[in-house]
C-alpha cells in the first residue's frame, strides 16, 4: 500500500548546509512526515543543538531528555534516545538537547570520534524488527565535528538552499568537505538531493537563484521547489509538521511531492 517505491536497504540522509536558516530542519521533517505518510517508516536524528526537528515533531527536548548527546559523547543506545513522534505513527525522532552545544569540543579528544554515530545508527538498525526505510539527519549550522559524524553515517546527502542573496556562498566549502569525507571518512557518501527552499516567484532574485543552481547542479537538483509560505513557518510553534497543520496547504504539497521525487529517483 506504500505510494512510493520502498527502499530495500535504508537511506541515510544527512541534511547539510553550513548557513543557518536555510531551510535544514524544515526539510528533513517535513520530508519524513511526507514519506511516513506515503507507507514508509522513518527516524529523524536531531543534531542541532537548538531542537528544532524535535519541536516540530512533538518530542520532549528539555536539558535532562536522553538525547543524540548522550548517545555521541556517553555511548548510550540510540534506542534508548529515540522517541515516537507525535506526527505519525512510524516516525520515530532522536532529539538533540543543548548539551549537544558543547559535544564538538567534547568529541575532540574521544577515540573513532567521527564514527560514532555510524556505531550508534548501525546498532539501533540491526536491532529493529521492521525496517526503517529512511533516515533523516538534522545538522547544525557547522561543519564541525556533528556534521562530521552525520558524514559518516549517511549514505546521502540533501542540501538545501535558500532562494536569497548569496545563496551559493559556502557550497564549494561543503562540496570540498564532501570530498575529503568520501577520501578518508566514507567512500560511500553521495549528494544526492539539492532543494530549493522559501521561493517567491514575484522577486527576480528567486528566479535567478533556481537557475543558477539548476546550472550549477543539473539533475541533483528536485523539480520540486518549496514555495516560501507563511503555514511552513507556522507549523513548528504548534509542535508540528505542516503535513499535520494544514495537510492540503501549497507548502505540505511542495513537501510531499519533493519527497515523492526522492523516493522516485531511490538511492544514488
Ligand atoms: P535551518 O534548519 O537551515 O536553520 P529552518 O528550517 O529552521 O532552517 O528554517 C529557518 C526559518 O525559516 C524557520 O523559522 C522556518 O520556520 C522558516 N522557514 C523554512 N522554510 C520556510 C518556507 N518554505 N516558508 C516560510 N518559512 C520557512
Ligand atoms: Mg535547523
Redesign the pocket.
Given at each position: 500500500k506504500a505510494e512510493h517505491p520502498l527502499p530495500t536497504t535504508t537511506r541515510v540522509i544527512a541534511?547539510v548546509?553550513q548557513?543557518?536558516?536555510?531551510?535544514?530542519?524544515?526539510?528533513?521533517?517535513n520530508i519524513a512526515a511526507a514519506l511516513v505518510r506515503a507507507g514508509a517508516r522513518a527516524l529523524v536524528l536531531d543534531l542541532?543543538p537548538?531542537g528544532?526537528?524535535s519541536t516540530a515533531l512533538g518530542i520532549p527536548h528539555h536539558a535532562d531528555t536522553t538525547s543524540t548527546y548522550d548517545v555521541l559523547v556517553e555511548e548510550i543506545p540510540l534506542a534508548d534516545a529515540v522517541q515516537q513522534s507525535t506526527d505519525s505513527e512510524g516516525l520515530q525522532a532522536a532529539p538533540s538537547t543543548i548539551h549537544l552545544a558543547g559535544a564538538d569540543l567534547e568529541l575532540a579528544p574521544l577515540d573513532r570520534r567521527e564514527f560514532r554515530l555510524r556505531t550508534a545508527l548501525q546498532q539501533y538498525l540491526d536491532a529493529q524488527d521492521e525496517p526503517v526505510h529512511y533516515v533523516f539527519i538534522?545538522?547544525p549550522?557547522s561543519l564541525g565535528l556533528l556534521t562530521i559524524n552525520a558524514f559518516a553515517a549517511a549514505t546521502e546527502v540533501l542540501l538545501?538552499i535558500?532562494c536569497e542573496y548569496y545563496a551559493l556562498e559556502g557550497v564549494t566549502q561543503l562540496l570540498d568537505t564532501i570530498e575529503r569525507i568520501k577520501a578518508h571518512v566514507n567512500p560511500a557518501l553521495a549528494l544526492s538531493t539539492v532543494l530549493l527552499?522559501?521561493?517567491d516567484g514575484r522577486t527576480l532574485l528567486s528566479r535567478q537563484v533556481v537557475d543558477e543552481v539548476r546550472t550549477h547542479f543539473g539533475d541533483v537538483a528536485l523539480q520540486t521547489i518549496?514555495?516560501?509560505?507563511?503555514?511552513?513557518?507556522?507549523?513548528?510553534g504548534f509542535g508540528q509538521t505542516v503535513l499535520a497543520y494544514d495537510p492540503n496547504s501549497p507548502?505540505a504539497l511542495?513537501y510531499r511531492e519533493a519527497a515523492a521525487e526522492i523516493a522516485q529517483r531511490g538511492a544514488p
Open positions: 541534511v548546509n548557513k543557518g536558516g536555510v531551510g535544514k530542519t524544515t526539510s528533513a521533517v542541532d537548538q528544532n526537528a538534522d545538522c549550522p538545501p535558500q527552499t522559501m521561493y518549496i514555495p516560501r509560505t507563511v503555514r511552513i513557518s507556522e507549523a513548528p507548502g511542495a
